[in-house]
């Protein structure tokens, strides 16, 4: 996300939740630790935006890939992730902290997956449409 003393935020960095498409949180988010990379470089405490590459690396990426695996279950299993929010709509109230930057992603995908390995005949069921017990 770095090249030479440009760095790459945001929209133009490709930070757009994978999940909901959401990317504000991310813009501000990118722009907040490209400007503490600048300053670090300004003040002469570093000389390289290392911090920034480190942060997209290890922090970012790592989000993007459990938002990612998550979206893969909601639009893969639009029946199966329907069933498990109606059931639980605190999975929804979960996601708007991972929004506001209060819980991690990569947290909230596991806790989302705990969920479902949990009850898996419900999943099961939910993936079914209800045809388990005979419904058509």
């Given at each position: 996300?770095?090249?030479?003393?440009?760095?790459?935020?945001?929209?133009?960095?490709?930070?757009?939740?994978?999940?909901?498409?959401?990317?504000?949180?991310?813009?501000?988010?990118?722009?907040?630790?490209?400007?503490?990379?600048?300053?670090?470089?300004?003040?002469?405490?570093?000389?390289?935006?290392?911090?920034?590459?480190?942060?997209?690396?290890?922090?970012?990426?790592?989000?993007?890939?459990?938002?990612?695996?998550?979206?893969?279950?909601?639009?893969?299993?639009?029946?199966?992730?329907?069933?498990l929010i109606e059931r639980n709509p605190d999975i929804m109230l979960r996601y708007f902290d991972v929004i506001r930057g209060v819980t991690r992603a990569e947290d909230f995908h596991k806790w989302v997956f705990l969920q479902v390995k949990k009850?898996?005949?419900?999943?099961?069921?939910?993936?079914?449409?209800?045809?388990?017990?005979?419904?058509?």
């Open positions: 996300m770095t090249k030479g003393r440009v760095l790459a935020v945001g929209d133009v960095a490709h930070m757009v939740d994978p999940f909901l498409g959401e990317g504000i949180y991310f813009a501000i988010k990118s722009a907040q630790v490209a400007a503490e990379a600048v300053d670090g470089c300004l003040s002469k405490k570093t000389n390289t935006l290392a911090h920034y590459t480190d942060w997209v690396r290890n922090d970012i990426a790592r989000e993007f890939i459990a938002l990612e695996k998550l979206s893969k279950l909601i639009y893969n299993y639009p029946r199966l992730w329907f069933g009850k898996p005949w419900k999943v099961l069921r939910g993936l079914m449409g209800g045809r388990a017990k005979g419904q058509k």
